[in-house]
């Protein structure tokens, strides 16, 4: 059974769905003005990696929604820039399907199946529901109006007796001040749920009270309306980069009028010499500039979701590095003949492998020693139950270690060659024959109890 770091209670809770068998999970998703940066993506490679262990070790059939962030401040001052003279509605939706569509690519080359995720519901398609819940919230008098914008009053919250300071300790009283580095909000703790119309922004009509106040959503409000719309509140589990603890998650959560997921999970920084990755400083290296994406999947697998990670150019060269030597050992299992590897490994070695590998991931989803177990196998057993294994390790981990092309038939002829020439201890023709399969074939050879095994040749 998995056990899951909770930031609503603050410890590791055994993980129960509310649905037998079924798992519903939101993640917020990208603001799409802009190419994602690989600390955003480590935040989808966890929560990936986290969908994958429900599915594949616990057995759960899992409804997994990311939102698209598709109108704020950051997407708005994009158009204004490079669109300034089309209609702003229209600029937007340009823009988020020019950047919807980049992110979908990146989170693929990262190992992300855009299947295993339900939906991807963006904000804009949304403005009705989140219209409905700022009704609801003024109805409640939670929320107020003022020129024309709407927002949340923490004191009218606390009062009607909830708590703000669910998942961090925030010493709320009515005079304290909440910042919030999203929201130009006018109070000293409350936050925005609808702006006001400004020149020459997006829009959309808002008829409260038999009056318009056109404008656009706040950006917290989105993940309240568009999570419980698609999995029911509550629903199982809610994800998220340490930053959207607070204020996004304490705000969504307010405005739901408490916790609508049962768990609340997150992973925390990639950093760049101890500094956050993020576009504002400045620090922030992009999916296009790395060589071997799946190997910087492998990075973030190596450190454990709630730590810290350092990213340097030097680390994914060694990340690149492991990567291959896995992939090497999939291919000796993977292109082994038919009966060249026995069927059962009666060592035990890759049952006990199995059992280390996926009670490590059930334990708070610790992938650096689910990865730590393969070193007991890696190079070391070969049978075809270790092979079907490793097609499970990567259905969980999402590194596709197995490459299933096949090798050519003169390579398997030159490769058989080489066998016989060294059962006959033809050692000058065997070792010419070698060096043909790697000039030629791209292939290594590595002789083992089993004969010969191969693997490709990766730069
Ligand atoms: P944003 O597009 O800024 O809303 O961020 C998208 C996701 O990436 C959120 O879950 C953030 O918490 C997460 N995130 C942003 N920067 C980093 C980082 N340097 N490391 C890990 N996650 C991050
Ligand atoms: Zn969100």
């Given at each position: 059974?998995?056990?899951?770091?909770?930031?609503?209670?603050?410890?590791?809770?055994?993980?129960?769905?509310?649905?037998?068998?079924?798992?519903?999970?939101?993640?917020?998703?990208?603001?799409?003005?802009?190419?994602?940066?690989?600390?955003?993506?480590?935040?989808?490679?966890?929560?990936?990696?986290?969908?994958?262990?429900?599915?594949?070790?616990?057995?759960?059939?899992?409804?997994?929604?990311?939102?698209?962030?598709?109108?704020?401040?950051?997407?708005?001052?994009?158009?204004?820039?490079?669109?300034?003279?089309?209609?702003?509605?229209?600029?937007?939706?340009?823009?988020?399907?020019?950047?919807?569509?980049?992110?979908?690519?990146?989170?693929?080359?990262?190992?992300?199946?855009?299947?295993?995720?339900?939906?991807?519901?963006?904000?804009?398609?949304?403005?009705?529901?989140?219209?409905?819940?700022?009704?609801?919230l003024m109805r409640e008098k939670i929320?107020?109006?003022?020129?024309?914008?709407?927002?949340?009053?923490?004191?009218?919250?606390k009062k009607s007796g909830k708590k703000?300071?669910?998942?961090?300790?925030?010493?709320?009283?009515?005079?304290?001040?909440?910042?919030?580095?999203?929201?130009?909000?006018?109070?000293?703790?409350?936050?925005?749920?609808?702006?006001?119309?400004?020149?020459?922004?997006?829009?959309?009509?808002?008829?409260?009270?038999?009056?318009?106040?056109?404008?656009?959503?706040?950006?917290?409000?989105?993940?309240?309306?568009?999570?419980?719309?698609?999995?029911?509140?509550?629903?199982?589990?809610?994800?998220?980069?340490?930053?959207?603890?607070?204020?996004?998650?304490?705000?969504?959560?307010?405005?739901?009028?408490?916790?609508?997921?049962?768990?609340?999970?997150?992973?925390?920084?990639?950093?760049?010499?101890?500094?956050?990755?993020?576009?504002?400083?400045?620090?922030?290296?992009?999916?296009?500039?790395?060589?071997?994406?799946?190997?910087?999947?492998?990075?973030?697998?190596?450190?454990?979701?709630?730590?810290?990670?350092?990213?340097?150019?030097?680390?994914?060269?060694?990340?690149?590095?492991?990567?291959?030597?896995?992939?090497?050992?999939?291919?000796?299992?993977?292109?082994?003949?038919?009966?060249?590897?026995?069927?059962?490994?009666?060592?035990?070695?890759?049952?006990?492998?199995?059992?280390?590998?996926?009670?490590?991931?059930?334990?708070?989803?610790?992938?650096?020693?689910?990865?730590?177990?393969?070193?007991?196998?890696?190079?070391?057993?070969?049978?075809?139950?270790?092979?079907?294994?490793?097609?499970?390790?990567?259905?969980?981990?999402?590194?596709?270690?197995?490459?299933?092309?096949?090798?050519?038939?003169?390579?398997?002829?030159?490769?058989?060659?080489?066998?016989?020439?060294?059962?006959?201890?033809?050692?000058?023709?065997?070792?010419?024959?070698?060096?043909?399969?790697?000039?030629?074939?791209?292939?290594?050879?590595?002789?083992?109890?089993?004969?010969?095994?191969?693997?490709?040749?990766?730069?």
């Amino acid at each position: 059974m998995l056990r899951l770091y909770n930031a609503l209670t603050r410890s590791k809770k055994l993980f129960k769905p509310i649905k037998n068998k079924h798992v519903s999970m939101y993640s917020c998703g990208p603001t799409v003005y802009d190419h994602a940066h690989i600390g955003n993506l480590r935040a989808y490679i966890f929560a990936d990696t986290l969908q994958r262990v429900l599915r594949e070790v616990e057995g759960y059939s899992v409804d997994w929604v990311m939102n698209i962030t598709d109108v704020d401040d950051k997407m708005i001052g994009r158009i204004q820039r490079d669109n300034p003279n089309e209609d702003p509605n229209s600029a937007l939706g340009i823009l988020a399907d020019t950047y919807t569509d980049i992110f979908i690519d990146d989170i693929e080359k990262v190992g992300i199946k855009r299947a295993d995720i339900a939906k991807l519901p963006r904000a804009t398609d949304h403005i009705k529901g989140m219209q409905l819940l700022i009704t609801k919230l003024m109805r409640e008098k939670i929320a107020y109006e003022s020129d024309g914008s709407f927002y949340f009053s923490l004191d009218a919250y606390k009062k009607s007796g909830k708590k703000y300071g669910v998942l961090v300790d925030l010493d709320y009283t009515p005079q304290a001040r909440v910042t919030d580095d999203q929201d130009q909000k006018e109070g000293v703790a409350d936050f925005v749920l609808w702006k006001a119309q400004k020149m020459s922004e997006p829009y959309w009509d808002f008829e409260y009270l038999d009056q318009n106040y056109p404008g656009r959503p706040g950006w917290h409000i989105e993940c309240s309306v568009m999570s419980t719309q698609y999995l029911g509140a509550p629903f199982d589990i809610h994800t998220g980069g340490i930053d959207l603890k607070f204020p996004h998650h304490e705000n969504e959560i307010a405005q739901c009028g408490g916790h609508q997921a049962n768990f609340f999970v997150h992973n925390e920084h990639l950093q760049v010499h101890s500094e956050k990755m993020s576009k504002s400083i400045g620090n922030i290296t992009k999916l296009s500039d790395i060589k071997d994406p799946l190997a910087f999947r492998l990075l973030c697998l190596q450190a454990h979701y709630r730590t810290q990670m350092d990213y340097s150019p030097k680390a994914l060269d060694s990340a690149h590095e492991r990567i291959n030597n896995l992939r090497a050992y999939a291919d000796q299992l993977f292109l082994a003949t038919e009966h060249q590897l026995p069927t059962a490994d009666e060592s035990g070695i890759t049952a006990e492998f199995w059992q280390i590998f996926s009670a490590s991931l059930e334990d708070d989803v610790n992938t650096p020693a689910a990865l730590a177990a393969l070193a007991a196998i890696e190079g070391k057993v070969f049978s075809q139950q270790t092979l079907q294994l490793l097609y499970k390790v990567d259905k969980v981990l999402g590194l596709q270690l197995i490459d299933e092309r096949p090798i050519s038939s003169e390579a398997r002829a030159t490769l058989a060659d080489y066998e016989t020439a060294r059962e006959a201890k033809e050692y000058i023709k065997s070792d010419k024959l070698r060096e043909e399969l790697k000039t030629n074939y791209q292939l290594q050879v590595s002789d083992t109890q089993y004969g010969p095994l191969v693997s490709r040749i990766r730069k």
